[in-house]
Every structure is written in structure tokens, then in C-alpha cells.
């Protein structure tokens, strides 16, 4: 008698045939793997069954209803696929643990808070190699650009034209590539990091435009880590709906305070943010339409604006 395939095969394969029709599946492919694992250990072979999907789901080591929620929205493609080739296949029903989405306030940066991190990147060690500048202007460049954190990583030094002030941000997420340009105090500041790591590194060949000491491309992890020992030694506490600070929340700075300066400038909000989503690399321009109800401030504002609006001002 045939032996049924092991759950960790059946979802490599899915994701073998996924990623040949061009999707990345990065994070959804390690958490199907995990399912898959757990699967196997615990003896399933046949069909997917909801019992099976639900368990995993809540096993999670902070058993939110979100995070349950999330879980099932990465299975529940995989479930369709399977349901394909074995008509017993169970589909859990959406929003089986209410809302898979929730969007916390994020933290938003005070121009006195972002200084004080840049200054605080003085006293990383070693204090006479080019860790410190390295993280001042990745820090730096976040907050003046509002780029994700592996954009940043992912420069090449070929990606960066100071002559021009402008960046290639090349199929970011969703494979997306775009421009971006410079402030001119954004390109003195990486024209200034591109001079130090050359003195440093003289002649080695390096792949990435931020590099470590050994002229190694900074990985994700890494920066992470750093961010939050300075975190610590700054003593920030979180304004927002997350535990603590985060480097993204650079990113939701950088976006808020764009769109509070036109609200106040009286800017065309509608072409305004057309560029930002543009800018910033968003897919869909209602993601950045959300920022207006991010913070009281930007709510405020538009909200006066909106009044005037409605009383026969105009926009």
C-alpha cells in the first residue's frame, strides 16, 4: 500500500510551483513549513482538516486572536490548493478568529527623539572604525526618506548616484523598483559615508552600500539589534500601539510629517499623496490615505480642513 506524502512535502512542492509563477512566499513559505512540521509530528497523514489547522493556529507562542488569525490566512490558500487533489480537504471559514489585520498607531518620531538617536550611534564600539558613521547615516537616510529598513540594506553602491541625488530601489516589496530622490543634505550625508568607508576599506570589492567593519553587507538582524540597544540607553517610551519604538516607525514619521506639512500648507491633498504613495513605494494609494488617521494631530488638521471645506471653503 502506498504511503501517504509527508506534510512537509506537500507544502514544498506548493511552494516550489508558487515561486515559478513569481511569488516570493518569504515569510508565508516559512510559516507553512512550520504547519507542515507540526503536522508531521503529530502523526496527520490525508486530507487537511480544520481541527488540524485550528490547533496550529493557537499554538502559537502568544496566543492572540490576531496572530491565530494571521496563521490561518497563510493556510488558507495552501488549503485550496489541496483541496484539488483531495475533496476531503476541510477550508477553515475566514475570519474563523475574527480579523487577520489590525493597524496599531504607530510610534511617531519627535525631530528632538531622532537627533538623539543619531547622536547616540557616537558611542557604538569601535569608537575609531565605521560602525557608528554606518549606523547615523542608515538612521539618518531612514528618517529623511521614509525607506524600509531592507530597502536601505539592500542598496549597492551602484544604486546610489550622488551626482544626480537619487536612489534605485530596486523590487522591493512587491517586486516593485522605483526612484528616489535626495535632499541635497540626505546625498551630502551618504557622500560623506561613501568617502569614510572608502578610506576604510581602500580597494576591497564590497557588494552593498551599508557594510560592517569587515566590509561585510549589513543583515537585517544586525541592524535590528543595534537599534534596540540604543533604544535602551535612550529610555524611549512608546507612544503608539506597539511595546516599544521601532526602526519602521522612521518610516511612519517620515510619512506623517509629509502629510501634515501640506494639510498646513493648504497643498491638493489628493495629488499630494498620489506622489508620497508614489515616493514611498506603497502599492495601493489607500495605504497611504490611512496615515491621515494615524495620529490626533494629522486628524485634527484634516478635519479643520474638511469643516472649511464643508461650509463652502475651498479645499
Not at 174 to 184: A, G, I, M, Q, W
Not at 264 to 289: C, W
Request: glycine letters at 6%.
Amino acid at each position: 500500500m502506498k504511503q501517504a506524502p509527508t506534510m512537509v512535502s506537500l507544502v514544498e512542492k506548493y511552494l516550489t510551483a508558487r515561486r515559478q509563477m513569481g511569488f516570493a512566499l518569504e515569510i508565508a513559505g516559512k510559516q507553512l513549513l512550520a504547519f507542515a512540521r507540526f503536522a508531521d509530528q503529530d502523526g496527520h497523514r490525508g486530507p487537511l482538516t480544520a481541527e488540524l489547522m485550528v490547533r496550529w493556529a493557537e499554538s502559537a507562542r502568544q496566543a492572540r486572536p490576531l496572530t491565530a488569525a494571521r496563521r490561518l490566512e497563510v493556510l488558507g490558500p495552501f488549503a485550496k490548493h489541496r483541496a484539488q487533489f483531495e475533496g476531503t480537504t476541510e477550508i477553515v471559514p475566514p475570519r474563523f478568529f475574527g480579523p487577520a489585520h489590525r493597524r496599531l498607531v504607530p510610534h511617531i518620531y519627535t525631530e528632538q527623539e531622532i537627533r538623539a538617536l543619531l547622536k547616540a550611534t557616537d558611542h557604538l564600539l569601535p569608537a575609531d572604525g565605521l560602525r557608528p558613521l554606518t549606523y547615523r547615516t542608515l538612521f539618518g537616510l531612514l528618517a529623511a526618506t521614509g525607506l524600509r529598513i531592507s530597502e536601505a540594506l539592500h542598496l549597492t553602491p551602484q544604486d546610489v548616484d550622488l551626482k544626480h541625488e537619487l536612489l534605485t530601489i530596486r523590487e522591493t516589496k512587491f517586486r516593485k523598483s522605483r526612484l528616489v530622490p535626495l535632499h541635497s543634505t540626505t546625498a551630502a550625508a551618504l557622500a560623506r559615508y561613501t568617502a569614510a568607508r572608502q578610506r576604510k576599506l581602500r580597494h576591497q570589492e564590497i557588494a552593498a552600500f551599508f557594510v560592517s567593519d569587515r566590509g561585510e553587507p549589513l543583515v537585517n538582524r544586525t541592524a535590528h539589534n543595534t537599534f534596540e540597544k540604543l533604544r535602551a540607553s535612550l529610555g524611549w517610551v512608546a507612544r503608539g500601539g506597539h511595546p516599544s519604538p521601532r526602526i519602521h516607525d522612521m518610516r511612519h514619521s517620515f510619512i506623517c510629517r509629509v502629510l501634515l506639512r501640506a494639510y498646513r500648507q493648504q497643498q491638493p491633498i489628493d495629488k499630494m499623496i498620489d506622489a508620497l504613495a508614489t515616493y514611498v513605494g506603497h502599492a495601493k494609494v489607500s495605504d497611504t490615505y490611512w496615515y491621515v488617521t494615524a495620529t490626533p494631530e494629522l486628524m485634527s488638521v484634516a478635519a479643520r480642513r474638511f469643516a472649511h471645506f464643508a461650509e463652502g471653503g475651498s479645499r
